[in-house]
C-alpha cells in the first residue's frame, strides 16, 4: 500500500507492490511468447525468407519508437481524472494488443509447399501479414509498457523502494520467460525432427496447429495480471495536489528536448539500450543453435531432448544469477558499481562461446554451454535491477534541475515536474532502444538468409557478438557521472 503519513514520500508495499508487478508479468508473458518463437516460426516452419521477417521485426521496433515517444508525452499531458492519470490507457491498449498477438499465429497465407521444400522464399502474401500485426501489436503493445514505465516515479519516489520493485519484477520477468519460452521449447522437443520442421511435414504440422492454441491459452492469465494491475494503481494523490494544466499538443511536446539535453541521461540511456539490444540476438539464434551447434552430429531424438534441458538450466542460471547480483548489490551498496560488474561478466561469458568452433564431446558441450550463455542469460535477465531504478532517478533528478530554474515551492512543485516528464524520460528510452533494435534486426536478417541460418559457425559468431555490445554498454556507462544516495 502507498505509504503517504506524515507526508512521507510515496512507497508501494505489501498487496499493491505485488498487485502492480503482475501488469508487466503479464505483458511480457504474451510479448515474449510471440518475441521468442514467432521469428522461427515464420522462418524454419513457414519458410519466408529471413529478410522479409526481419523487416516485420524491424517495422515493429520502428513503431514502438515512435509511438512510444508520442505516448510518453500524451501520458504526461493527460488531465488526471477519477480513474487516474495513466493507468486508464491499460484498458484501452489491452484488448487490441492481445488479439493481434494471438493472430500472428494464424497466418491466412503460406508459401506454395514446392519452393518452400526447397528453401525458404519471398512470399509477400506472408509477410505483409506479419508485417501489418506486429505494427499494430506494437502500437497497443508499448502503449501499456509506456504507463508501466512512466509511472514507478510517481507511485514510488524512493531509491530503496524502487529497487524493491525492480526486484520482484524481475523474479517475476524471470518466471514469464521461462514459461513463454519454454512452451515453443518443449513443443519443438516433441516433434519427430526438430531441424526440418516446414508446414508439410508431420513436425511442421503440430507447430502450425499448436502456436495459436497455446497463444490464446496464454492470453487468458497475462489479462488476469494485466487487471490486477489496474486495480492494484491508485493514483488519487494527483486529485489531491494542485489543478493540472493541460498543455496545448505543440507545447507539450517540447519536454521532449528535456531528455535529449540530458547529457548525463543520454549516457546512461546509451549504455542501457546496447545492453539490452544484445538480447535481442538471442530471439535470432538460440533455438537454431541448439539444433544446429549443441546438437550437430547428433541423433534427432538426442537434440530434441537438448529444448527440454534448455529449459532447466535457464530455470536455474537466472534464479541463481539474479540471487548473485542481488546480493552483490547489497553489499557494495553501488548500484552503478554492480550494473558495470554485470555488463563486464555478460561480456566475457558471451566471448567464451568461441569454444563451440571446436568439435567437443557432448557432455563437454552441455558443460561449456552452461558456463558461457548461462552466464549470459542468467546475468541479462538481471539487468532490471539496476536500470529500472536509476532511470526513475534520473527523471527525479531532471524535475530537480527544472525545480531550481522555475520555483521556490519543493515538494509540490518537484512532484509536479515529475508527472509532466516521466513519460517522455521512457518514452525516449523506448524510442532509442527500437530504433537500434531495428537496425539489429534488420542486420541478423541479412546475416541469417537461406542457409546461414543453420550454419554452426555463424550461428556461434552471433551469440558471441553479445559481448561486443557489452563491451560498448560499458564504455558509456564508465562515463556516466551521476551518484545517488543509496537508501
Given amino acids: 500500500m502507498q505509504n503517504i503519513k506524515n507526508n512521507s514520500l510515496r512507497e508501494l508495499h505489501g498487496a499493491r507492490l505485488f498487485g502492480f508487478s503482475m501488469g508487466n508479468f503479464g505483458v511480457m508473458l504474451m510479448l515474449m511468447l510471440t518475441g521468442s518463437f514467432s521469428y522461427n516460426f515464420y522462418v524454419y516452419t513457414i519458410r519466408v525468407d529471413s529478410i522479409l521477417i526481419s523487416i516485420g521485426s524491424t517495422l515493429s521496433m520502428v513503431t514502438m519508437a515512435f509511438t512510444g515517444i508520442i505516448f510518453g508525452v500524451l501520458l504526461d499531458n493527460t488531465k488526471p481524472k477519477k480513474m487516474g492519470k495513466r493507468r486508464p490507457y491499460i484498458l484501452i491498449g489491452l484488448p487490441i494488443w492481445l488479439v493481434s498477438t494471438i493472430l500472428v499465429y494464424l497466418p491466412p497465407w503460406i508459401p506454395p509447399e514446392s519452393l518452400a521444400m526447397v528453401s525458404t522464399v519471398f512470399y509477400w502474401p506472408t509477410a505483409i501479414w506479419y508485417w501489418i500485426l506486429s505494427i499494430i501489436r506494437s502500437i497497443f503493445g508499448v502503449l501499456m509498457m509506456i504507463v508501466y514505465r512512466s509511472i514507478v516515479p510517481e507511485i514510488s519516489q524512493t531509491l530503496k523502494n524502487r529497487k524493491k520493485i525492480a526486484t520482484i519484477s524481475t523474479n517475476l520477468l524471470i518466471i514469464s520467460s521461462i514459461i513463454s519460452t519454454g512452451f515453443p521449447l518443449i513443443i519443438m522437443s516433441l516433434v519427430d525432427d526438430s531441424t526440418n520442421v516446414g508446414f508439410w511435414t508431420v513436425s511442421g504440422k503440430f507447430i502450425m496447429n499448436i502456436m495459436p492454441t497455446i497463444s490464446i491459452i496464454f492470453s487468458i492469465p497475462a489479462t488476469i495480471c494485466i487487471l490486477i494491475s489496474f486495480f492494484s494503481i491508485d493514483e488519487n494523490f494527483h486529485l489531491n495536489g494542485p489543478d493540472f494544466e493541460k498543455k496545448k499538443v505543440k507545447d507539450a511536446f517540447k519536454n521532449l528536448f528535456i531528455p535529449v539535453k540530458d547529457k548525463e541521461y543520454l549516457k546512461f540511456m546509451a549504455a542501457g539500450v546496447t545492453?539490452?539490444?544484445?538480447?535481442?540476438?538471442?530471439?535470432?539464434?538460440?533455438?537454431?543453435?541448439?539444433?544446429?551447434?549443441?546438437?550437430?552430429?547428433?541423433?534427432?531424438?538426442?537434440?530434441?531432448?537438448?529444448?527440454?534441458?534448455?529449459?532447466?538450466?535457464?530455470?536455474?542460471?537466472?534464479?541463481?544469477?539474479?540471487?548473485?547480483?542481488?546480493?552483490?548489490?547489497?553489499?557494495?551498496?553501488?548500484?552503478?558499481?554492480?550494473?558495470?560488474?554485470?555488463?563486464?561478466?555478460?561480456?566475457?561469458?558471451?566471448?567464451?562461446?568461441?569454444?563451440?568452433?571446436?568439435?567437443?564431446?557432448?557432455?563437454?558441450?552441455?558443460?561449456?554451454?552452461?558456463?558461457?550463455?548461462?552466464?549470459?542469460?542468467?546475468?541479462?535477465?538481471?539487468?532490471?535491477?539496476?536500470?529500472?531504478?536509476?532511470?526513475?532517478?534520473?527523471?527525479?533528478?531532471?524535475?530537480?534541475?527544472?525545480?531550481?530554474?522555475?520555483?521556490?515551492?519543493?515538494?509540490?512543485?518537484?512532484?509536479?515536474?515529475?508527472?509532466?516528464?516521466?513519460?517522455?524520460?521512457?518514452?525516449?528510452?523506448?524510442?532509442?532502444?527500437?530504433?537500434?533494435?531495428?537496425?539489429?534486426?534488420?542486420?541478423?536478417?541479412?546475416?541469417?538468409?537461406?542457409?546461414?541460418?543453420?550454419?554452426?559457425?555463424?550461428?556461434?559468431?552471433?551469440?558471441?557478438?553479445?559481448?561486443?555490445?557489452?563491451?560498448?554498454?560499458?564504455?558509456?556507462?564508465?562515463?556516466?557521472?551521476?551518484?545517488?544516495?543509496e537508501s
Fill in 275 to 485: 545492453t539490452q539490444t544484445s538480447q535481442y540476438v538471442i530471439s535470432f539464434t538460440i533455438i537454431p543453435f541448439i539444433g544446429f551447434v549443441l546438437g550437430r552430429n547428433l541423433p534427432t531424438a538426442q537434440i530434441s531432448s537438448f529444448y527440454i534441458l534448455y529449459i532447466i538450466i535457464k530455470t536455474a542460471v537466472n534464479f541463481s544469477w539474479l540471487f548473485i547480483w542481488k546480493m552483490t548489490m547489497k553489499r557494495q551498496k553501488n548500484i552503478l558499481k554492480t550494473f558495470k560488474w554485470n555488463m563486464i561478466v555478460m561480456g566475457i561469458g558471451a566471448l567464451l562461446e568461441a569454444i563451440f568452433f571446436i568439435e567437443l564431446s557432448v557432455p563437454l558441450r552441455l558443460i561449456l554451454f552452461i558456463i558461457s550463455f548461462g552466464t549470459v542469460i542468467g546475468s541479462s535477465y538481471s539487468i532490471t535491477l539496476f536500470s529500472s531504478p536509476i532511470l526513475n532517478e534520473m527523471v527525479d533528478r531532471a524535475a530537480e534541475m527544472n525545480l531550481i530554474e522555475n520555483t521556490q515551492e519543493l515538494k509540490m512543485n518537484k512532484d509536479e515536474a515529475v508527472t509532466r516528464l516521466s513519460g517522455a524520460y521512457s518514452g525516449l528510452m523506448t524510442f532509442t532502444a527500437s530504433m537500434v533494435g531495428a537496425l539489429t534486426s534488420i542486420i541478423f536478417g541479412f546475416i541469417f538468409q537461406g542457409e546461414n541460418s543453420r550454419n554452426p559457425v555463424i550461428l556461434t559468431l552471433g551469440l558471441m557478438s553479445m559481448g561486443l555490445f557489452q563491451i560498448i554498454a560499458l564504455v558509456f556507462l564508465q562515463s556516466f557521472k551521476v551518484k545517488f544516495k
